[in-house]
């Protein structure tokens, strides 16, 4: 499909800059209010996921559902969860907030974690909602678009039929390049942040698991090269980073897709390097869209809420409605 070359995204004049854009709009959203009801699904490995329903009313049956997939260290609470769940239940969608392994408050079963790549669990969920809901869109932010782009690939015609549409937010379609942008000094603060999140939770790995090795050099990690080489890749079964990047990102994985994807990245996403906007794949395929807004940073988008939502919540209602 032929890239989209104008974006109706505008972001507003009192944040001018990327950092502010994905900033700002993470914090405020926290603030909203979700009443969801959980259920946990078994995974063939022995572990668990666990999903969050957001539902109109309890009597209502919605014939269509929308899958929805946080970034790293993130849960059903974020704030683009929670808003862009609010809005498809507005438009009367059932939501299913997807808590990746060891992120849903209860630590997983395994020693292994959740990463870019992980599939298996999206999966087996999807096999046991497609059973209930004859119509399936998925929504993924960040390391969750790149988990949603990635399965979609990988399968292609041997999806599930309840499958129809993707939506992809700011995904760090190769995680390589991805790994270097983030390991500029402008985002030290990003990165701070990401390795004080990972390093608490894999302590506690220590304490279920006498053989975990924990390096008490965790905490002092400030690049993803360093954190993968030494934990993502090993615990996970891969050789090291190199080999985990090179099997997990979705861009080697684009051309297998056989369902409406659409992946928004906004240009100046402090994430994502010029791998991650994928024009040539995007030009030649049927079914993936591409739209690059100028601005509205990684997973901000911020402006005027209407009722039916933010900019970029919008533009995926309009995406399954037209496609899906």
Not at 37 to 47: A, I, K, N, V, Y
Not at 70 to 85: M, P
Not at 119 to 137: D, F, H, K, M, P
Not at 191 to 196: E, H, L, P, T, V
Request: include cysteine; hydrophobic fraction near 35%.
């Amino acid at each position: 499909m032929p890239v989209a070359r104008e974006s109706t995204y505008r972001s507003p004049f009192y944040l001018p800059n990327a950092h502010l854009q994905t900033i700002l709009p993470n914090v405020t959203r926290r603030r909203i209010q979700v009443d969801y009801r959980r259920e946990r699904f078994e995974l063939p490995d022995t572990d668990f996921i666990d999903v969050d329903w957001l539902e109109r009313r309890e009597d209502e049956k919605p014939e269509r559902c929308c899958v929805v997939l946080h970034g790293l260290e993130g849960d059903s609470q974020a704030g683009y969860v929670k808003s862009l769940g609010k809005s498809f239940v507005q438009a009367g969608y059932a939501v299913a907030a997807f808590n990746m392994r060891g992120c849903s408050g209860e630590p997983n079963r395994l020693m292994r974690s959740y990463h870019s790549g992980d599939t298996e669990g999206l999966a087996t969920v999807l096999n046991s909602l497609s059973q209930r809901y004859e119509w399936i869109g998925l929504a993924g932010f960040s390391l969750g678009g790149n988990v949603v782009l990635k399965y979609l690939g990988e399968r292609g015609s041997k999806l599930p039929s309840a499958v129809k549409v993707g939506v992809a937010f700011s995904t760090p379609c190769n995680l390589r390049t991805s790994a270097d942008r983030l390991a500029r000094s402008e985002n030290a603060f990003y990165m701070k942040r990401f390795i004080k999140l990972l390093c608490g939770k894999l302590k506690e790995k220590e304490k279920k698991y006498p053989e975990f090795k924990y390096k008490k050099i965790c905490q002092e990690l400030r690049t993803f090269k360093e954190f993968d080489d030494i934990y993502t890749a090993p615990l996970n079964g891969f050789r090291d980073a190199e080999d985990y990047w090179r099997q997990c990102s979705s861009r080697f994985y684009l051309n297998g897709i056989e369902r409406p994807s659409l992946l928004i990245n906004a240009r100046n996403d402090p994430f994502l390097s010029l791998e991650c906007y994928p024009e040539e794949e995007a030009n030649a395929h049927e079914f993936l869209y591409l739209e690059m807004p100028n601005s509205g940073g990684h997973c901000g988008f911020p402006g005027d809420l209407y009722r039916t939502g933010y900019w970029h919540e919008r533009r995926a209602l309009k995406f399954f409605r037209e496609v899906g």
